[in-house]
């Protein structure tokens, strides 16, 4: 479960932002912000395959 917490809570910020209509007004600002979220993931995802959590 641990392993998927940090991508849960990511992807619930990501709902905030969206819930409180944080995202920027244009079309390109939108796309950036959503590339971010995504490269963030990805990134995450990459680390935690490299450096998995509890194994020594």
Do not use: D, N, Q
Request: hydrophobic share 55%.
């Amino acid at each position: 479960m641990l392993y998927w917490l940090p991508r849960l809570c990511l992807l619930v910020l990501a709902g905030v932002v969206v819930g409180f209509g944080f995202f920027p007004e244009t079309a390109e600002g939108l796309a950036y912000t959503l590339l971010v979220i995504v490269l963030g993931l990805g990134l995450l995802s990459l680390t935690l395959y490299v450096f998995p959590p509890g194994k020594s």
